[in-house]
């Protein structure tokens, strides 16, 4: 019997390198597609390269997207490529929208012209609620994105129910709150907090310095995350989930909890900077996925604790070993 294929867009970064990991353990055969020009970096997926197939290709090139396609032969596309660093998309905001808003529409339309039967899953963002009009926020409630990256996401998210409603198309759309792990880059707060308190704590730093610390996030683990992706292809029929824990945390108890696990006093070293600041701030995002966890029978397996526990180990591990 020959394995089911599945291709992966930004198989190079947090989600695509989870993702992948779950789908060879599910007996996928997995390609990952990455950019000839871009200068990848494959530190995520470097324990994979000998179970994985990586093909060129590029969310702006419409001809290099139908040539993939037919040359992998999928039954799965996981489009999880975007530029996904929220400050950047207002410092590079027409970047953003063509690879995060018009590469969905390439992608889907490839899909059309070559095979219809192919399953689509649409990485979209909790970001597409920005000012929220209802807490907690649900499939139904409406979009206030507030960054070009929000917006972006928001008609990749329409495009994609498009395609579904237009062509057919088994499409569906993962509207994921944010997700972390030890594979998150650098820039976000996550990991920025986890890794200043692994340098002060190996005696490598001696000061965090922050922006809004009372800004709340519906944070969950990026491993658990990959998993639903992966259930919303499996069902009889294509629809939208919103993929949350439904605990909101602040900055602040964020790096409360980092610091707490190596002994340390995090009022001695935070410094509020307004440099990271945003231009129009997303205040309090959380989810309610109801739907997921009746429909998919999905549940996150690892605590917000648990989570900042095994990053800050991680970042310890790591710098120890640098």
Known sequence: MSKKVALITGITGQDGSYLAEFLLEQGYKVFGMVRRSSEEKFERISHLMDKIELVQGDLLDQFSLISTLQETKPAEVYNLAAQSFVPTSWKQPVLTSEFTAIGVTKLLESIRLVDRNIRFYQASSSEMYGKVRETPQTELTPFYPRSPYGV???????????????????????????????????????????????????????????????????????????????????????????????????????????????????????????????????????????????????????????????????????????
């Open 152 to 322: 972006s996401k928001v008609y990749g998210h329409y495009i994609t129910v498009n395609y579904r409603e237009s062509y057919g198309l088994f499409a569906v759309s993962g509207i994921l709150f944010n997700h972390e792990s030890p594979r998150r880059g650098l820039e976000f707060v996550t990991r920025k907090v986890t890794d200043g308190v692994a340098r002060i704590k190996l005696g490598l730093g001696d000061e965090l310095r922050l922006g809004n610390l009372d800004a709340k996030r519906d944070w969950g683990f990026a491993g658990d995350y990959v998993r639903a992706m992966w259930l919303m292809l499996q069902q009889d029929k294509p629809d939208d989930y919103v993929i949350s824990t439904g605990e909101t945390h602040s900055v602040r108890h964020l790096v409360k909890v980092a610091f707490d696990h190596v002994d340390l006093d995090w009022e001695k070293f935070v410094k509020v900077d307004k440099a990271f600041l945003r231009p129009a701030e997303v205040d309090l995002l959380v989810g309610d996925a109801s739907k997921a966890r009746q429909e998919l029978g999905w549940e996150p397996s690892v605590s917000f604790e648990q989570m900042i526990q095994m990053m800050v180990d991680a970042d310890l591990k790591r710098l120890k070993n640098d």
